[in-house]
């Protein structure tokens, strides 16, 4: 399963790059495979367990912070699907360059 989701500290200002950071170490120090962009960070895993622990320790990093968090989640559950963060990107840039 892919999870994408995005962190937003509230009540800290215009500038929350610090504390979106502390959320996405946790992503990257879990081991799992992830993509971090402009809008949300991917994370991928074999089960809702293994990946919303993550998503749940990613907000408390920011919750240690921030007086407010807001969390926006997208889930893609695919049973048996593995590297799909790579291999979806792969299957629209093989179809761009066709």
Do not use: C
């Not at 907000?59 to 007086?67: G, L, Q, Y």
């Not at 979806?88 to 179809?95: S, Y």
């Amino acid at each position: 399963m892919i999870v994408a989701f995005s962190v937003t500290p509230l009540g800290v200002g215009e500038d929350v790059g610090e504390y979106v950071a502390e959320a996405v170490r946790v992503v990257r120090e879990s081991g799992l495979p992830n993509r971090t962009d402009a809008m949300f960070t991917s994370i991928e895993g074999d089960s809702w367990e293994e990946v919303m622990d993550v998503v749940r320790r990613a907000v408390a990093a920011a919750e240690e912070r921030a007086p407010r968090v807001s969390l926006v989640l997208k889930a893609d559950i695919r049973p048996g699907v593995t590297d799909g963060l790579t291999s979806k990107v792969e299957t629209v840039e093989r179809h761009l360059a066709g």
